[in-house]
Structure formats: structure tokens, C-alpha cells
């Protein structure tokens, strides 16, 4: 069988900028995926690319054995940066309902359902039941939590049977257990949906034993492979042009240290925790295993 995603030669452009060129991948069916790299670095525009929103540059892009465009209609997408401000009265359960059929969303169900109304019901609950999100997929989707929220926009992005699902930055303004609850239940809904799963993440590790890849953008490249061969002291500074450390603690977490990008605010990272700022990085703060604790709050 063809492969979920294989890109030879790509090279992406926005506004006539290259974001980044030479990229070659390759990612099998049914694999888990973390794209991680820096802000800027082209993490969203790789999801545009595989769902044919933006034609490469250069290069070749091949999805679930077709031109990218083709295999849209076979991909749950979760966009970047979603949530609904509180004033927001549409249930959970309609938004899930919204990834069946955008365009009717809004009108009430027929009094006599149809069939196939039926059916699409049916799924609405199905996916909500995957996601555990039952217990309040009937209130207004602007009263939840940012993590329930989360949860109904997997689901919705479910719906459809997905053979793929590409998320951007699901995790992004989860506290952690949030983080470690979502990222199981994504790596849940791979495993046993067979989902090729493609992840936007801004911090490696709540997914780090789940990966079976990485694909690191940064320097107006891209590199793939399994976690630990890209996440390297070697192979990122190579990426980004200057000395990179990587720190492994005790825990098995992954700290990158010196990444150039980094700025005064914890969205600004490459790809996983950091502690690029002067006098942050040091050996203290990293074997303590605390850092991301420390640093990460909320953003959302
Ligand atoms: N519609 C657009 N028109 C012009 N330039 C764009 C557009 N969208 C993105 N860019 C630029 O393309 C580059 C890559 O952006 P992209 O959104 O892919 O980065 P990213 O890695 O997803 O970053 P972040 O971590 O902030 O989400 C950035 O320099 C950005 O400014
Ligand atoms: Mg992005």
C-alpha cells in the first residue's frame, strides 16, 4: 500500500518568502507523527501542503497514494489555534455534528428522522463516546474547558471516518494532565482506528512515547526520522545553523537548549521544552525535571 505522506525534493513558498526547500519524507499508514520546529518554521504550512490548501513550490507531495488535493475528503483536520469564547450557546454536540455536514450545520433535525440522519446521529454519538466527551457534549461549547473543548474538535475531526487526522497544536493552552489526557487518547484513536496521526506539537514530550516519528522543521528545512535520531545535538544544530543542546533527564524528557528562535513568551520554542534564554538553560533547571511545570502556563 502507498504511504500516508511522501514528499521528494518539496520546497513550500508563502507570499513569494521560500518558508522551506529539499524537504524528503516519508510516513507510513497508521504511524503517529510529531511536526515540531520553531514558530515560523513552516509546521502549519507542511499541514496546508498535505491537504492541498497550497501547491508545493518545488518538488513532489504525494497523500494517501494521490496529488494532495485528491485525498482531501479522506482527512480530519484540526486547525490552529481553536476555542470558543464563553458568550458561545452551540453545543458540543453540534459542533461534532458540523465535521458531518458544515453546510446544513445550524438547522434542527427533522422531527421525523431520516436514515441517514439517523445514521449521522449515530456517529455524532460514537465519536463523542471515543473521546469521552458524553458527559458534556449537550452544553454550550463556550462553557467548557479548554481540554473538553479540545476533545469535541478531535471528534469533530473524526467524524468523517478519517484515514488521516492532522492536528495543529492540539495540546497548545492545555495544562498538563490535559496534555498527557488528549495526547492518549489521540495515540488511542491511531493505534485502534488504524488513523494515521500527523501532530503539530509545541512540546515533544507529553507525546514522546507514543511517536514513531518526528519531522523537525527549522533553517528553511525539514527532517524526518524516529524521535531520538532527530532530536540530537548533532542533527539540530546542524537544522538551525548553531550549537543546539539536548538534554535527556532522568525521566526520559527532552530538553532543547539554544535554540536561536526563542523570545520572552512560551509560545516562541523549538518544538518541544527549551531553555534557550540566557541563564535559563542551566543543568540545574533541566535535571530537576521541572522545568516545563515552571515554565509553561496556560497560554489560551
Ligand atoms: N498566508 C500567508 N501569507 C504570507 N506568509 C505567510 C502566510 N501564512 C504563513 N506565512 C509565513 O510563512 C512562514 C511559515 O508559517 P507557518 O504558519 O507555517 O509557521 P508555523 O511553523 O506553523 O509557526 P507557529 O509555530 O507560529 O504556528 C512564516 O514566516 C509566516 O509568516
Ligand atoms: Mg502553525
Given amino acids: 500500500m502507498s504511504e500516508a505522506i511522501a514528499l521528494s525534493g518539496a520546497a513550500a513558498s508563502r507570499g513569494g518568502a521560500p518558508v522551506w526547500s529539499g524537504v524528503d519524507l516519508s510516513i507510513a499508514r497508521g504511524e503517529f507523527v510529531a511536526v515540531l520546529g ?4 513552516g509546521k502549519s504550512t507542511f499541514l496546508d501542503i498535505v491537504l492541498g490548501l497550497l501547491p508545493a ?11 494532495p488535493r485528491g485525498a482531501r475528503g479522506r482527512i480530519g483536520y484540526l486547525p490552529q489555534r481553536r476555542s470558543f469564547d464563553a458568550s458561545t450557546r452551540v453545543r458540543g ?6 465535521g458531518l455536514d458544515g453546510a446544513r450545520w445550524g438547522l434542527p433535525l427533522p422531527a421525523a428522522l431520516s436514515a441517514s440522519s439517523r445514521a449521522a446521529a449515530a ?3 460514537e465519536v463523542i463516546e471515543l473521546v469521552g466527551a458524553a458527559a458534556y457534549a449537550d452544553r ?4 467548557l474547558s479548554g481540554g473538553e473543548q ?10 468523517r471516518d478519517p484515514q488521516m487526522l492532522l492536528l495543529d497544536e492540539p495540546l497548545d493552552s492545555l495544562d498538563l494532565p490535559n496534555q498527557a489526557a488528549v495526547a492518549a487518547l489521540v495515540q488511542r484513536i491511531c493505534r485502534t482506528q488504524g488513523v494515521t496521526v500527523v501532530l503539530v506539537a509545541h512540546d515533544v514530550n507529553p507525546i514522546l512515547g507514543y511517536l514513531d516519528r518526528v519531522v523537525y522543521f527549522a533553517g528553511g528545512r525539514g527532517v524526518e526520522g524516529a524521535p531520538r535520531e532527530v532530536i540530537r545535538a548533532d542533527v539540530l544544530s546542524e ?12 525521566s526520559g524528557r527532552l530538553i532543547v537548549v539554544g535554540t536561536p528562535d526563542a523570545g520572552g513568551h512560551g509560545g516562541d520554542c523549538g518544538g518541544h521544552d527549551h531553555a534557550s534564554d540566557a541563564g535559563a538553560a542551566q543543568g540545574g533547571r533541566a535535571a530537576a525535571d521541572g522545568l516545563t511545570v515552571a515554565e509553561r502556563e496556560p497560554t489560551g
Wanted: charged letters at 20%; aromatic letters at 2%; glycine letters at 10%.
Fill in 57 to 67: 513550490s518545488a518538488g513532489r507531495v504525494s497523500v494517501l497514494g494521490e496529488a
Fill in 239 to 250: 537544522l538551525y545553523g548553531s550549537p543546539i543542546e539536548v538534554v535527556e533527564t532522568k
Fill in 140 to 143: 454550550p461549547i463556550g462553557t
Fill in 123 to 125: 456517529k455524532v454519538d
Fill in 93 to 98: 454536540i453540534d459542533v461534532v455534528r458540523l
Fill in 150 to 159: 479540545q476533545r469535541l474538535l478531535i471528534a469533530q475531526a473524526l467524524v
Fill in 38 to 41: 520553531p514558530n515560523g518554521a
